[in-house]
C-alpha cells in the first residue's frame, strides 16, 4: 500500500514539473501562438488563475493512480516489468491523448504542431508516471 502510495505522489509531482518546465520554460511562447492564447496583463494579475492549476493537479493525480494500480495489478506477483510499464503508457496515449487531440485538430483547428507539442509532452509525462510505478511498486 505505501509503495503505491508513494508512486502516486511521486508520480503526481513529476508530472506536474514536467507540465510546468515544459508549457512555461521551454515552450512558453510557441505554445501560446499554437493555441491561439492571448495573455492580458489583468487576467495574469487575476486569482482565479490557481482553478486550472488545481484541476490540472486532480487529472494528473488521477492518471498516477490509473497507472500504479494497472500496473500493479498486470505485474507478475513480486517480479517487475519495465516493458509492462512502458507499454501503459504508451496504452494510454494512443488510447486517450492520440484521439483527444486529433479531435481538437480536426474540429477546432488546432495546428498540427499544437498536437504534437500536447502529445509529446502527454507522452513524457505517461512514461514517467509508469518508470516510478517499475521503481516503488
Not at 17 to 28: D, N
Request: contains cysteine; positive net charge.
Amino acid at each position: 500500500m505505501i509503495p503505491c502510495l508513494l508512486s502516486v505522489i511521486f508520480g503526481t509531482i513529476f508530472t506536474m514539473m514536467i507540465g510546468f518546465y515544459w508549457y512555461s520554460i521551454l515552450f512558453c511562447d510557441r505554445y501560446l501562438k499554437e493555441a491561439n492564447i492571448k495573455l492580458d496583463k489583468k487576467k495574469e494579475d487575476d486569482e482565479q488563475n490557481s482553478k486550472p492549476l488545481i484541476l490540472e493537479l486532480l487529472a494528473r493525480f488521477i492518471k498516477a493512480s490509473l497507472i500504479t494500480y494497472l500496473y500493479s495489478i498486470l505485474k507478475v506477483k513480486n517480479e517487475r516489468d519495465l516493458g509492462l510499464a512502458l507499454s501503459l503508457a504508451v496504452f494510454f496515449c494512443v488510447t486517450f491523448d492520440l484521439q483527444y487531440f486529433t479531435s481538437k485538430v480536426v474540429w477546432e483547428q488546432k495546428t498540427w504542431n499544437f498536437f504534437f507539442m500536447k502529445v509529446i509532452e502527454q507522452f513524457i509525462s505517461l512514461s514517467t508516471l509508469s518508470i516510478i510505478a517499475y521503481i516503488f511498486v
